[in-house]
């Protein structure tokens, strides 16, 4: 009888005393779960949107420092120029004058040159006219 039961899908009756025992059926499914994808991408998006502007800000203060060190090598430069050719602090000087013996590229901001100092004392400004781009 308990085979027939067994295939007719009926439960067998359980002696008195008898526990029976639940079967975990564990999956052959290896994976992710659509939960712990998304937090997964969720992690990622929040790391993104805090590395990111901090990113930006590096760039902008790499590129703030670097103009700053072009316009010291343009000062420095007319100022050895200056030595050499004992010229006063109120005369002019040109490009040429500069390169390539006392400065071997002229330098620029972004895509702008530097414009020459007018005069031996002037200091050099940024091409770009951005505020704190200054000696």
Request: charged residues 20%; aromatic residues 6%; proline residues 5%.
């Amino acid at each position: 009888m308990q085979i027939f039961g067994d295939i007719l899908g009926s439960k067998p009756e359980k002696a008195k005393g008898e526990v029976r025992k639940m079967k975990i059926k564990k999956s052959d499914n290896r994976g992710f779960t659509l939960v712990e994808i998304m937090i997964v991408v969720a992690i990622i998006g929040l790391l993104a949107a805090i590395a990111i502007p901090n990113f930006i800000k590096a760039r902008e203060t790499a590129i703030k420092n670097a103009c700053i060190a072009n316009m010291k090598q343009v000062e420095g430069a007319v100022q050895v120029w200056a030595i050499d050719n004992a010229k006063a602090g109120t005369d002019t000087m040109a490009v040429g004058d500069l390169t390539p013996d006392y400065i071997k590229r002229w330098p620029s901001c972004g895509a702008t040159a530097y414009v020459v100092p007018g005069t031996v004392n002037a200091t050099p400004a940024c091409p770009q006219t951005i505020a704190d781009h200054t000696i």
